[in-house]
């Protein structure tokens, strides 16, 4: 029996799909680790087809993602290491919330229930689909300028559009809009039960340049997953953005988010 999971599950987020973790899915492969970067369900495939066919995503809510994470987690020998960036750093979140996982990292999660108030950038950046009621069923993608507002903003122009062609597609409204009424919907998807006693450590990364989820944000989860029994810390960035999974320093973030969860990961006990 291993002293340290030997799974690491990432989740990526809104906007974005699996290469979008190409940079540490290598990186943590190379230290010995499996990884699995499954897509929300729906989205798999080469991202030119998940772009052109948005008909099998558009309608996906955080359960199905959450439920689908489930099943592939569930279905592994041992608990893994769970990460989740944005939307996937929230789906993170549920998944611990469900007594999976032997410890969590999420990086800029998006907003739990219990999260009351959104600062400007973040309502700028979810408006392109909440502005219109129509996307609750629709996938809806960011322009390149959009994305240079919610992902890039410490990038150049051409730097951005280079990443927005590289890793941005389409995303689900439906998701954003179970979090904008998350704190108005009794038996929300984001609804987070910390007092328990099941939840794994977590780890919550800020990101102070981050326009779609400002590291207020970050900082409002942690003060309501504190309430668990079980270790639960918050490490900021003050100079890296929501593109903080790509930005250059990644390796830092990565290794960051790997040595925390490993010292404090619940490992089974030997039988």
Same mark, same amino acid.
């Given at each position: 029996?291993p002293?340290?999971?030997?799974?690491?599950?990432?989740?990526?987020?809104?906007?974005?799909?699996?290469?979008?973790?190409?940079?540490w899915?290598?990186?943590?492969? @190379?230290?010995g680790f499996? &990884?699995?970067a499954?897509?929300?369900?729906?989205?798999?495939g080469?991202?030119?087809q998940?772009?052109?066919?948005?008909?099998?995503?558009?309608?996906?809510?955080?359960?199905?993602?959450?439920?689908?994470?489930?099943?592939i987690?569930?279905?592994?020998?041992?608990p893994?290491?769970?990460m989740?960036?944005?939307?996937?750093?929230?789906?993170?979140e549920v998944? /611990?919330?469900?007594?999976?996982?032997?410890?969590?990292? @999420?990086?800029?999660?998006?907003?739990?229930?219990?999260?009351?108030?959104?600062?400007?950038?973040?309502?700028?950046?979810?408006?392109?689909?909440?502005?219109n009621?129509?996307n609750?069923?629709?996938?809806?993608? /960011?322009?390149?300028?959009?994305?240079?507002?919610?992902?890039?903003?410490?990038l150049?122009?051409?730097?951005?559009?280079?990443?927005?062609?590289?890793?941005?597609?389409?995303?689900?409204?439906? &998701?954003?809009?179970?979090? @904008?009424?998350?704190?108005?919907?009794?038996?929300?998807?984001?609804?987070?039960?910390?007092?328990?006693?099941?939840?794994?450590? /977590? /780890?919550?990364?800020?990101?102070?340049?981050?326009?779609? &989820?400002?590291a207020? &944000?970050?900082?409002?989860?942690?003060?309501?997953?504190?309430?668990?029994?079980?270790?639960?810390?918050?490490?900021?960035?003050?100079d890296?953005?929501?593109?903080?999974f790509?930005l250059?320093?990644?390796?830092?973030? @990565?290794?960051?988010?790997?040595?925390?969860?490993?010292?404090?990961?619940?490992?089974p006990?030997?039988?």
């Amino acid at each position: 029996m291993p002293d340290r999971p030997d799974t690491i599950v990432l989740v990526h987020g809104l906007w974005l799909n699996p290469l979008s973790w190409e940079k540490w899915i290598e990186h943590y492969k @190379a230290k010995g680790f499996n &990884v699995l970067a499954p897509a929300w369900p729906g989205m798999e495939g080469e991202i030119d087809q998940v772009r052109r066919n948005t008909k099998p995503y558009e309608n996906l809510g955080v359960a199905e993602i959450a439920d689908h994470y489930e099943r592939i987690i569930r279905a592994l020998d041992e608990p893994p290491i769970i990460m989740g960036h944005s939307f996937g750093g929230a789906i993170t979140e549920v998944l /611990l919330d469900r007594g999976l996982g032997a410890a969590g990292v @999420a990086i800029s999660p998006a907003p739990i229930k219990g999260i009351l108030a959104l600062p400007p950038s973040s309502l700028k950046v979810a408006s392109v689909a909440l502005k219109n009621p129509a996307n609750r069923h629709k996938a809806v993608a /960011l322009t390149p300028k959009e994305f240079h507002y919610g992902f890039t903003n410490t990038l150049s122009d051409d730097e951005s559009r280079r990443a927005y062609e590289r890793y941005a597609i389409p995303g689900p409204g439906r &998701v954003l809009f179970q979090a @904008a009424f998350s704190n108005f919907t009794p038996g929300s998807p984001l609804k987070i039960h910390p007092e328990s006693g099941k939840r794994a450590p /977590l /780890l919550l990364m800020a990101n102070g340049q981050d326009h779609t &989820v400002p590291a207020s &944000v970050t900082k409002s989860a942690f003060k309501i997953q504190r309430k668990a029994s079980s270790p639960t810390e918050i490490k900021e960035y003050p100079d890296r953005s929501h593109y903080t999974f790509a930005l250059d320093g990644w390796e830092r973030v @990565a290794d960051d988010a790997l040595e925390w969860a490993t010292q404090h990961a619940r490992v089974p006990a030997p039988v």
